[in-house]
T-cell receptor, first 113, second 111 residues
């Protein structure tokens, strides 16, 4: 079974802090994704990566950056956390981009005070 | 217009009935279509995918795709209380890579 893990289930940070969310997958998947999920808005893509050191902006990249130094690890960075970044953050991975399913991690509930 | 639209629900059906979940998408060139189930407090998990027009059956689940109408549906036969969850429709747009998710439909199956 594919396993996608995320570094924290719950996180509380203060406005202006730099926040790191980490995601690790163990199935040698090429593609990794970061989403945020908010009530009524569904899942929105922040960034994705289709190879090591490669990244592409999703629909809402502002205020975020990512890092993929190793194939299995994809990090999401909030450069200066703000209250409107309070959300559920979900990491996912997939083997092929166009036809394959995405496997999700358990999510990180981030609260920015 | 949202790229992937779903009725937010809640959709309530009695146990044993057929639940019908619907989804429309805006990009006519979309090529891959998925249904994910998300239990409260959990992350989404894949139920079915469909690439071609027509029906695809897997156990109690049937996915239906009509590309001309830009419409995807999920039928759940013999609904069980354990099917109560939010169902997310997802579409991979023309060009691949990006998956667009609908906001989800909440389903309640009453025992």
């Amino acid at each position: 079974d594919v396993k996608v893990t995320q570094s924290s289930r719950y996180l509380v940070k203060r406005t202006g802090e730099k926040v790191f969310l980490e995601c690790v997958q163990d199935m040698d998947h090429e593609n990794m994704f970061w989403y945020r999920q908010d009530p009524g808005l569904g899942l929105r893509l922040i960034y994705f990566s289709y190879d090591v050191k490669m990244k592409e902006k999703g629909d809402i990249p502002e205020g975020y950056s990512v890092s993929r130094e190793k194939k299995e690890r994809f990090s999401l960075i909030l450069e200066s956390a703000s209250t409107n970044q309070t959300s559920m953050y979900l990491c996912a991975s997939s083997l092929f981009p166009k036809t394959d399913t995405q496997y999700f991690g358990p999510g990180t509930r981030l609260t920015v005070l | 217009q949202k790229e992937v639209e779903q009725n937010s629900g809640p959709l309530s059906v009695p146990e044993g009935a057929i639940a019908s979940l619907n989804c429309t998408y805006s990009d006519r060139g979309s090529q891959s279509f998925f249904w994910y189930r998300q239990y409260s407090g959990k992350s989404p998990e894949l139920i079915m995918f469909i690439y071609s027009n027509g029906d695809k059956e897997d156990g109690r689940f049937t996915a239906q795709l009509n590309k001309a109408s830009q419409y995807v549906s999920l039928l759940i036969r013999d609904s069980q209380p354990s099917d109560s969850a939010t169902y997310l429709c997802a579409v991979i747009k023309t060009g691949g890579f990006k998956t667009i998710f609908g906001a989800g439909t909440r389903l309640f199956v009453k025992a």
